[in-house]
């Protein structure tokens, strides 16, 4: 079995993020466009990932990630990059939109809407940059993203758990830990083992590696 090892460069990449991150939130505006390029195929990986198969006619994957960035920007002031990564905050974003989603879904107003149009959606998108619609169309078409969440999908609770709040939304071990309810050591000898598998199939390893 290949061993996964720490990447250097993947580390700088990993800096040079949280510097865009700091660049955009001291007013350099266009830095978040650029975040939004890199984060936006892991957001959509993660929609993929967490969003059920039956409820797609509501709740679109690509509709997640623009509403997320919408709101991002929207409250990016309460961003601090000196005490939080980039994608933990943007993964909170991301868990409130998704969960306001599914809440619509369940409400009694939307029920009776959807059953005269079978297309309505659960987040009404408005105002979002062309730029950003365009990203995430593109990001829509990959294939490797595609077969990366089904794989995520095969995997077993406690492994899908871990890459995706560990991997993807950025909680530390030690939170993963506590949240799946398994020892420290268990969780990184897990995290190693889904690493060299990733690496051995050639799944896109950057989408929970390279952007933090």
Same mark, same amino acid.
């Given at each position: ?16 993020? &949280?510097?865009?991150?700091? +660049?955009?939130?001291?007013? %350099? ?16 990986? #993660? ?10 006619? #509501? ?6 990630? &623009? ?56 987040? *009404? ?16 078409? %990959? ?13 077993? %609770? ?22 799946? &309810?398994?020892?420290? *050591?268990?969780?990184?000898? +897990? #995290?190693?083992?889904?690493?060299? +598998? ?7 390893? *950057? ?6």
């Amino acid at each position: 079995m290949t061993v996964a090892r720490p990447d250097p460069e993947r580390e700088d990449e990993r800096v040079e993020t &949280q510097e865009l991150a700091a +660049r955009a939130h001291a007013g %350099e505006a266009e830095r978040f466009g650029e975040l939004y390029e890199r984060i936006a195929p892991s957001l959509y990986t #993660w929609a993929e990932i967490r969003i059920r198969p039956d409820l797609r006619q #509501w709740v679109d994957p690509g509709d997640v990630v &623009q509403e997320v960035w919408c709101r991002a920007w929207k409250i990016f002031d309460s961003f601090d990059p000196k005490t939080v990564t980039f994608r933990y905050w943007v993964f909170r974003v991301a868990k409130n939109v998704l969960l306001e989603a599914f809440r619509k879904l369940e409400s009694p107003t939307f029920k009776a809407r959807s059953r005269d149009a079978a297309a309505s959606r659960a987040l *009404e998108l408005a105002d979002v940059p062309d730029s950003a619609t365009a990203i995430t169309r593109r990001v829509a078409r %990959e294939e490797s993203l595609q077969l990366f969440a089904k794989w995520v999908q095969s995997l077993d %609770e406690d492994d899908r758990m871990l890459l995706v709040h560990h991997g993807l939304e950025g909680l530390s071990q030690a939170e993963v830990a506590e949240r799946l &309810q398994m020892g420290r *050591e268990a969780v990184a000898k +897990r #995290w190693q083992r889904l690493l060299a +598998r990733v690496i051995e199939q050639k799944l896109p390893r *950057e989408l929970f590696i390279a952007v933090q």
